[in-house]
């Protein structure tokens, strides 16, 4: 080589590789669908879902549909909605690589919820598409464009709800408002909407206050109604405590409907608490009576003697100091040493 040759300069050069399509990547995409209620209406609203959306995620040839999820619970907590729980499991073990939706309100209605599942999701690599904003969780900006919807969201929902309980109290103020008409077990509803005996269940109510009446416990009258095969007021066989207390404690077997009797706690929370005694709204001889007056009376006063529980000033509820009570083994203890005759 002279001195005068230069060595020949290398220009970098692109190589483009096809993609094989055979190897194309699809994403597994999981719809997630909620209404409110369990109405018949809601559940037609929840069907049209369904099918609509499910029929979106299969006309896109990058997207592979692996599952439904639904509910029909408030939007308020995640923890009571059972279909958007097991969706989240199925994020966690890899299963789902994006969530369709069709609304921020869908998906939930608790702000801090909402944020909370967003970001465990983006940490997992799984999006969410809300049809109706026409967002992406993974776009730029999408959190924060998704935690303002969230916000108003939320906003709306505390609004319609505190619209509503205004305008049921304010029905109440007439004694025939269809809210004091609300069913319970022991009563059907006529063509108008009126309660009226159902003859079959009124015998169960006055079985449970006869057998209370002498003396039986919760528990044992539990034991007795399924002895005998009675069917719960959800059609099932085994009795709830929680049920039967309720029944002895339904004024409504009185012929008086009672409304407002517990206020809901500040939102998103949806615990109840007792509602002072003057916001109560009752409307007396409304309906036919299964369990007279004097003889509901009777047994309110003997669950008060029986029970060990009382409410102080404030509201709480105080477990009673009772020679029986496991709660002080040792005070028991010295009972059962001490003779008879003391």
């Known amino acids: ?20 399509p055979n190897l194309k990547w699809r ?3 999981a719809l997630y669908c909620r209404v409110s209620t369990d109405l018949e209406l809601q559940q037609n609203s929840l069907s049209a879902q369904m099918d ?9 040839r990058e997207w592979e549909y692996v599952a439904t999820y639904t509910d029909t619970k408030s939007g308020r907590s995640i923890n009571a909605r059972p279909g958007f729980k097991k969706m989240l499991e199925a994020c966690e073990a890899g299963e789902i690589d994006l969530i369709y939706t069709k609304s921020v309100s869908r998906f939930g209605r608790n702000c801090v919820d909402f944020l909370v599942t967003l ?12 049809q109706n904003e026409h967002m992406h969780l993974g776009s730029n900006q999408g959190e924060l464009l998704l935690t303002l919807h969230s916000v108003w969201a939320e906003s709306e929902s505390v609004n319609k709800s505190e619209n509503i309980k205004w305008g049921i109290r304010r029905s109440t103020m007439n004694p025939n408002s269809p809210a004091f008409s609300r069913k319970c077990f022991g009563y059907d509803k006529d063509g108008e909407g009126n309660l009226v005996i159902n003859p079959d269940e009124a015998k169960v109510v006055n079985l449970i206050y006869d057998l209370y009446g002498k003396g039986y416990s919760i528990i044992k009258i539990k034991k007795e109604l399924e002895t005998q095969k009675i069917s719960t007021p959800t059609g099932k066989r085994r009795w709830a405590v929680k049920t039967i207390d309720n029944i002895l404690t339904n004024e409504k077997y009185t012929g008086t409907s009672v409304y407002g009797t517990t206020v809901g706690s500040d939102y998103p929370s949806m615990k109840r608490a007792p509602r002072n005694t003057e916001d109560i709204h009752r409307s007396e001889n409304h309906h036919p009576v299964i369990i007279d007056q004097y003889r ?6 003997m669950k008060k003697k ?24 040792k005070k028991v203890a010295k009972l059962i040493k001490k003779p008879f005759n003391e």
């Open 52 to 60: 609509f959306q499910k029929q979106d995620i299969m006309e896109i």
């Open 27 to 29: 994403k597994r995409v």
């Open 306 to 329: 029986r029970s060990n529980v009382s409410i102080d000033a404030a509201g709480n509820k105080v477990r009673k100091s009772s020679h029986y009570s496991m709660k002080h083994p």
């Open 1 to 20: 080589m002279s001195d005068n040759d230069q060595p020949t300069e290398r220009k970098p050069k692109i190589r483009v590789i096809p993609a094989n």
């Open 119 to 130: 970001r465990r999701l983006k940490e997992l690599n799984v999006d969410v598409y809300f």
């Open 296 to 301: 509901f009376d009777q047994v309110q006063k």
